[in-house]
């Protein structure tokens, strides 16, 4: 299944680069997470996005810009990285029933698998 | 705060064989959900159950099975006649049901990888 897909799918970079991650949910879905997975961490949540308002930031360096045009799409815009931002980043989705809390189940795209030089 | 410990870092099992692996948790929360994930090596992460702390009736489906247990927090996951293809590394997770905004949050253990060899 291919709910939400994430392009590209690897990416290398310099430290004065700038790229952007783009992230797409094909699930009707109205809340939108960006994680980052690096190797021997647990995943750390970056940015939350309901009804395309950013509800999370969790304390992330501002050289990650994220930006939600619509539900249905995500980007994590990258300027002047550090080595150490080396990570897969993961979208993820779930939906939001209107004026109650959004617990349910959050569906994972396939990655970005990102390496700063 | 919340926690989720899985301690078993890597397990490495014959083809056919049962492996269980385990998931234990920690909230002063009495109402959760529990989750497990499966990410093969392409990266993404797949959703496989979802509990909720009212329900602790074990569940089957085809090879996997789950076993609840409140009394001593634990959410272990079992895979019964494994395949190679069952090779990943497995999640579990922790978010908390509430009145609150950050109902989202979910509080993953750090992983088992599971290689299944042939």
Redesign the interface.
């Known amino acids: 299944e291919t709910g939400v897909t994430q392009t590209p799918r690897h990416l290398v970079m310099g430290m004065t680069n700038k790229k952007s991650l783009k992230c797409e949910q094909h699930l009707g879905h109205n809340a939108m997470y960006w994680y980052k997975q690096s190797a021997k961490k647990p995943l750390e949540l970056m940015f939350v996005y309901n009804f395309k308002e950013q509800t999370e930031n969790n304390s992330v360096p501002s050289r990650f810009s994220p930006e939600c045009p619509n539900s249905s799409h995500l980007f994590l815009h990258l300027h002047t990285l550090q080595p150490e931002d080396s990570a897969l980043y993961l979208c993820a989705s779930s939906s939001n029933p209107s004026g109650g809390p959004f617990t349910d189940t959050q569906y994972f795209g396939p990655g970005t698998r990102l390496t700063v030089l | 705060a919340q926690k989720v410990t899985q301690a078993q870092t890597e397990i490495s099992v014959v083809e056919k064989e049962d492996v269980t692996l385990d998931c234990v948790y920690e909230t002063r929360d009495t109402t959760y ?1 529990l ?1 497990w ?1 499966k990410q093969p090596p ?6 496989l159950i ?1 509990r909720n702390s009212f329900d602790e009736q074990n569940e089957i489906s085809g090879r996997y099975s789950w076993n609840f247990q409140k009394s001593t927090s634990s959410f272990n996951f079992t895979i019964t006649a494994s395949q190679v293809v069952d090779s990943a590394v497995y ?1 579990c997770a922790l ?1 908390i ?10 509080t ?4 088992t990888l599971l290689t299944v060899n042939p």
């Open positions: 959900y989750f994930y392409s990266g993404e992460l797949v959703f979802r999640f978010s049901i509430g009145d609150g905004g950050s109902n989202y949050k979910l993953f253990g750090k992983g």
